[in-house]
């Protein structure tokens, strides 16, 4: 049964905290310090101060295999103590009235393998969110007291299964085992809310942001802004992520057309003629060539048919 929500600074600002909950039920390993990250739960995906929080010593080891029980009263004390004021500013912890922390010799944390998998999957996407499921941890076996693990993560690609290789330092020497499991990766992306046909101009109308899975993605994904404005690539039907190339611009120059040369800068400028080069849209570097002096030159369409060489 849990206590009340422990909220540590105005209650203006509840709505923005990062919330924490105590487990009822802990598993720490022996003879660690037992870290606010092996006792909680992050409901928030604000990485920067749940990396923050996560390593804050709470209490000290449990030096045999055994049982606590804990108040929630003594904790929030704790935490008061421990965290700092800024800290304690953006986030609220929901702890049981009393929980139970247990302790086990030679236990893998599942937090501290998920966040070490999670912070390579940041390095390949930093606005990601991810699920991890099927995660299967190894069975140390032996007499000998864990002193060290180390964790390889680079071989880590993308979303899917994967296989990661553990070592691991006893009393008694040093072993490899394995961790594997599956992890997906999530992204805000735009998903079309209606048919929308080749060469259609993308409107806001057109599409809503929502959370997808990157299990099969083919390409990047744009942003609201990149999408706005654009024409559609290929017919999308309703419910379909718009990938990057499912859009292009749309078509300020065509390569023959006759279009307007502005050289210089808005104090001083020379405008003249020409005929595009090559094709591109509003913000596209083309190659243009003169029809006064046959010379052929390079410049930003910033208007459709204008070219600005600097």
Known sequence: MFGALILFGSLAAQAARFELRVQELSTVRTGQPIRLGDLTEASSENRDIWNRLYDTVVLEPMNAEETQKIPSDRLAVILRQKLSFQDLQQISVK?????????????????????????????????????????????????????????????????????????????????????????????????????????????????????????????????????????????????????????????????????????GTDDFEIVSSGVAEESGGIGDLIKVRSVDTQRYLSGILTEKGIVRVQ
């Open 95 to 263: 702890i049981p009235e009393v929980f139970t922390i247990q302790s086990k010799r030679n236990y893998f944390s599942i937090a501290d393998i998920s966040r070490e998998i999670i912070a390579q999957a940041s390095n390949l996407c930093s606005d990601c969110q991810f699920e991890m499921d099927e995660l299967r941890l190894p069975l140390v076996q032996g007499s000998g007291e864990i002193l060290q693990t180390r964790l390889e993560t680079q071989s880590l690609r993308g979303a899917g299964g994967f296989l990661l290789p553990l070592s691991v330092t006893t009393s008694q020497g040093k072993n490899s085992y394995w961790i594997s499991g599956r992890i997906s990766f999530f992204k805000m992306a735009p998903v079309a809310k209606r048919l929308v046909t080749l060469n259609d101009k993308i409107s806001d109308e057109d599409f809503e942001m929502r959370r997808v899975s990157l299990q099969y993605s083919r390409d990047g994904v744009p942003t609201k802004k990149d999408v706005v404005g654009k024409l559609a690539a290929r017919t999308l039907t309703a419910g379909q992520t718009i990938f990057s190339s499912d859009v292009k611009k749309e078509p300020a120059a065509k390569r023959g057309q006759i279009v307007k040369i502005i050289l």
